[in-house]
């Protein structure tokens, strides 16, 4: 049974998020990931290898990276259950707990919101270029605002319902999979060189595994904002990502403004559409952001209990 622990995990991720003391003596899962991810990146993505080779490391990493993930988290599982027997629900809600996200995300949103509300814009764009992977420095208070904003409702989908979907499906190897698939997909996924090629089946991958959730996202976010489903279905393909654009253009609908736009990445200017119509995003939208995010997490939870009630 997976659902007490999912409703395990949500409710530790909940209450402690990834406590800063815990994070400096063992760091976090990911960084695991992160290591392997970039060991096998730096042997198999030289300039002097072909593309068709440097494409084919890339599968190649990503089945690799695939297989050690879910098999680790498989023999754990395994283990659990024989060990703990009718109470392997509660060390399995632990071993699922990292891979979940509502905590960190909101703790990470909150001061970027704080900053704009008080009208330090320099402690704004600090806060907001920990999040997100645009220029930061020259933005005005409304690109930055967006920024968290945009980042908060692509990242409900990554960090919370992606891999409460996954574990949910598949066990604790369908949550770690997914974080190893994440993981991968925002350090090579990138359709520049010198990853174009060999970052090809992370992104791909990556863009299969957010399929669903992504568009759960979307309609949670509506639910918890009670409209936006408009915009939702006119905006969500706007965005360069198949999947990014569910829950933008969903936040965008219920907050009634624009996202997206226009963003500089590495001094380069990124002529990206609007998604949404309306006021120009502000520290109150921000606000009004944090609130349906945190309606939309509740929403989730209500869900994974109703597919526990439900088996």
């Not at 009718?86 to 990470?108: D, G, I, M, T, V």
């Not at 330090?120 to 020259?138: E, F, K, N, Y």
């Not at 399929?211 to 509506?222: F, G, K």
């Not at 969500?236 to 990502?241: K, Q």
Request: proline fraction near 7%; charged fraction near 15%.
């Amino acid at each position: 049974m997976v659902e007490p622990v999912a409703l395990g995990a949500l409710a530790l991720d909940a209450a402690l998020g990834w406590p800063e003391p815990l994070y400096r003596r063992i760091g976090h899962p990911v960084g695991g990931f992160a290591r392997i991810i970039g060991m096998c990146e730096t042997r198999w993505n030289q300039p002097h290898r072909s593309a068709r080779f440097r494409r084919r490391a890339g599968v190649a990493g990503m089945l690799a990276l695939i297989l050690a993930s879910g098999g680790a988290a498989f023999a754990a599982e395994q283990a659990i259950r024989a060990l703990a027997g009718p109470w392997a629900w509660l060390p399995l809600a632990f071993a699922a707990w990292p891979a979940l996200a509502q905590r960190s995300l909101y703790e990470h949103y909150r001061p970027v919101e704080r900053a704009l509300a008080s009208g330090d814009l320099p402690a704004a764009r600090q806060a907001v270029s920990w999040i997100v992977g645009r220029d930061t420095a020259a933005l005005d208070a409304p690109g930055t605002a967006r920024a968290g904003i945009e980042s908060l409702a692509e990242s409900f989908c990554d960090g919370v319902i992606a891999p409460l979907f996954w574990l949910l499906a598949l066990g604790l190897p369908g949550a770690w999979i997914y974080k190893a698939i994440n993981t991968a997909d925002s350090l090579i996924g990138h359709p520049e060189e010198p990853l174009r090629d060999y970052g090809w089946a992370a992104a791909r991958i990556d863009d299969a595994a957010n399929l669903i959730p992504s568009r759960l996202s979307a309609v949670l976010i509506c639910l918890a904002g009670a409209g936006g489903w408009r915009v939702l279905w006119r905006d969500h393909g706007r965005h360069a990502s198949p999947n990014a654009g569910w829950p933008e253009a969903a936040m965008a609908g219920t907050l009634g403004i624009r996202l997206a736009g226009p963003v500089r990445y590495d001094g380069v200017l990124s002529p990206k559409p609007w998604i949404g119509e309306g006021a120009e995003a502000d520290a109150g939208a921000m606000a009004r952001a944090g609130t349906v995010y945190l309606r939309a997490c509740a929403l989730a939870w209500i869900g994974a209990g109703g597919v526990a009630w439900l088996v």
